[in-house]
């Protein structure tokens, strides 16, 4: 399995931005690459995902608009840039991987997982 370490979190004022950051132990290049965030008390919940091979992306209803995914190839590190954040936005945010096996969503069963990165907005 890929290792995946997220940096980026912090705490931020609702309306504000931060970009996360996944740095991938390995080339990822035919990769279906995520963020998944969770919230106490909540499940888990995609917010986005990339194939890595053609740069296509996927957004959960509740983000699309105000986060986008994207990735550096050169250094493998996937970004998640989010704007306009809400208070409900708050939540431990996972990087998250899979080799890309003809599918690619939110909520794909990614099988490898970061230590998470928390994201607060008050």
């Known amino acids: 399995h890929v290792q995946l370490v997220e940096s980026g979190g912090g705490s931020v004022q609702a309306g504000g931005s931060l970009t996360l950051s996944c740095v991938a132990s390995e080339y990822t290049r035919d990769y279906c690459m995520g963020w998944s965030r969770q919230a106490p008390g909540k499940e888990r919940e995609g917010v986005a995902a990339?194939?890595?091979?053609?740069?296509?992306?996927y957004y959960s209803q509740s983000v699309k608009g105000r986060f986008t995914i994207s990735e550096d190839k050169a250094k493998n590190i996937l970004y998640l840039h989010m704007t306009s954040l809400k208070p409900e936005d708050t939540a431990l945010y996972y990087c998250a991987a899979k080799p890309y096996g003809g599918s690619c969503r939110v909520d794909a069963e990614f099988d490898s997982w970061g230590q998470g990165t928390q994201v607060t907005v008050s």
């Open positions: 990339i194939f890595t091979l053609v740069g296509d992306t």
